[in-house]
């Protein structure tokens, strides 16, 4: 069946409600022939079959055994898929994923903004579907339980991906010598002090144009982008679950210099003002 019925969108509220949902035997993408973006994360893995999509602009054909990390509001064009494709989704809710950057999962999003998937081996296949079934039955209960129930089980499945990805495809070392390897880190350090992209050229001893040019070349995305989606990220995860933190609370924790300039800054990356999100209007 290849329509244009959006099933995870359909399924928001149940992914809202649950933090995860498991979706097996997925015979179908959810949008054929026009420009998709999903506002969950997305964890894909293919049993057999194949898909060919634009994902960002550019050509990606998923095959068996391939899995693929999917961001919030990427873009995903889903030209055709053969007759027996099949495949598992494991679709998580926006505060879950929120709580998961705060572990530094974004550390692995300059690879896959790049390389949205790679190929499992057999065992790794097998070892793959025992924790998504695992989570698969811990999800069907989680709408009753807290996220606290479901949230390890979630970190862990994503840990073993990024652990297979690198056994993989060996980037682990090749990685360390390119500048973007080490900016999240240095982002993760240093980002309540600085958000301006110059501060993190000098601490790579380079020049602002060479260093910028470089990190757009390696991840796609310029690196304002970059420490822009690290604070934005902390921003959101505060504004949800710190209830008991005012707004100049949490601009402080952040280290902006006062309530105002934390707000111009959410607004101008966001559309909306802190307060709006806190509440739910975005």
């Known amino acids: ?46 049993h057999r079959g194949s898909v060919c999509t634009e994902y960002e602009g550019e050509l990606v054909t998923f095959e068996q055994h391939n899995i693929a990390i999917v961001y919030p509001n990427r873009t995903l064009n889903v030209r055709s898929s053969s007759d027996d494709y099949q495949a598992t989704l494991v679709v998580v809710s926006e505060r879950l994923y929120e709580r998961l950057a705060i572990l530094n999962i974004n550390n692995s999003r300059f690879h896959y903004e790049q390389h949205p998937h790679f190929t499992l081996t057999p065992s790794q296949y097998a070892d793959v579907m025992s924790l998504v079934e695992a989570l698969r039955i811990v999800s069907r209960l989680s709408a009753s339980l807290p996220d606290d129930f479901i ?94 933190m005012s707004l100049q609370e949490i601009s402080e924790r ?16 966001t559309g909306i003002t802190p307060s709006q999100y806190r509440h739910g209007k975005g």
């Open 1 to 46: 069946m290849k329509g244009n019925d959006n099933f995870i969108m359909e399924m928001t509220e149940e992914i809202n409600s649950k933090g995860v949902v498991v979706i097996d035997n997925v015979r179908r993408m959810p949008v054929y022939g026009e420009p998709y973006a999903s506002p969950h994360y997305t964890i894909s893995i293919n």
């Open 151 to 244: 949230f390890p089980q979630l970190h862990i499945l994503l840990q073993v991906i990024d652990t297979f990805r690198i056994e993989n495809d060996g980037l682990n070392a090749s990685a360390k010598g390119h500048i973007s390897s080490r900016l999240y880190e240095a982002i993760i350090k240093h980002y309540k002090e600085h958000r301006d992209v110059e501060f993190y050229a000098n601490l790579f001893c380079l020049s602002p144009k060479y260093f910028s040019t470089s990190i757009k070349r390696e991840t796609g995305h310029s690196a304002n982008y970059w420490i822009q989606q690290h604070v934005i990220h902390i921003s959101k995860t505060l504004l949800r679950t710190e209830h008991k």
């Open 254 to 269: 952040l280290g902006f210099p006062d309530l105002a300039s934390f707000s111009r800054y959410f607004k101008r990356a």
